[in-house]
């Protein structure tokens, strides 16, 4: 084998053996940082979380419906306020 070969063999070899080294360092930081745990804690908080915003749309819906309820009880009010001053009007009348 000449020079220039053995070079490149012992070349390869070490990028090789780099190429794995790291592979073992990445493994051995994600097994460490505890990265899958905090992820399956974030799905589980998020999942909670759906219910909640579940129950407030509903509400929200509901709100809505008795919003609407009083503003047609209001506008009634102020129908029957309006017919009540004819009324006291025309017993004014009535009275003199």
Known sequence: MNW??????????KVAQNVQDVGSLVRHV????RSSELLAQAAKNF??????????SESLKKMVTIKT??????SAIERSMSTLSDIQGQLNSINR
């Open 47 to 56: 999942s909670c979380q759906e219910n909640v915003i579940h129950n407030s």
């Open 69 to 74: 309820q009083l503003e047609y009880q209001e």
């Open 4 to 13: 220039n070969q053995e070079t490149k063999t012992r070349l390869n070899e």
């Open 30 to 33: 994600v097994k460490t940082s």
